[in-house]
């Protein structure tokens, strides 16, 4: 039995210590900078949900509001800046709407009389998830008489 020994050259060898503590520093603070981007993500998407929502509950009291009809619609401010639900648990908590309803002209003008055109504004209050701060979302339409 004749075993040669063969020499292993220095590009053969195998990872050095260094080399993997590197390679372990480089893939711990890739991890760290993707862990770190989820919360961000998560509140991002709080917002984007917060704003579908106070579309949907601008458009529900729109939706109300046309079902009365021109003649049942009152003038003025039909609903004062409030919180639509009074219960903490509840996710309506944070948000307020507010409505009111105008005469307009032609020229979409308020106007004291009534013209055959109504202009009713929904805005609703919510708060942002990112800033903390209070959004707004605010639609208007037009009701005719005709």
């Known amino acids: 039995m004749n075993y040669k020994l063969k020499k292993i050259s220095k590009s053969q060898a195998g990872m050095s210590l260094l080399e993997i503590m590197v390679s372990l520093s480089i893939l711990v603070v890739t991890f760290i900078s993707l862990m770190q981007s989820f919360p ?16 949907y509950l601008a458009q529900e009291k729109l939706e109300e509001l ?20 009074g219960t903490p648990t509840d996710y309506l908590y944070y948000f307020q709407r ?30 942002n998830a990112l800033s903390k701060t209070e959004k707004i979302y605010s639609t208007v339409t037009l009701m005719s008489q005709w």
């Open 40 to 55: 961000l993500a998560l509140a991002i998407n709080k917002t984007s949900e917060n704003a579908t929502k106070a579309s």
């Open 98 to 127: 507010q409505t009111a309803v105008n005469y307009v002209d032609g020229n979409l003008q308020n106007s004291v009389s009534d013209t055959g055109l109504k202009k009713i504004s929904v805005t609703v209050y919510y708060t």
């Open 66 to 85: 046309n079902s009365l009809g021109y003649g049942n619609i009152a003038v003025g401010e039909i609903e004062a800046k409030h919180r639509l639900s």
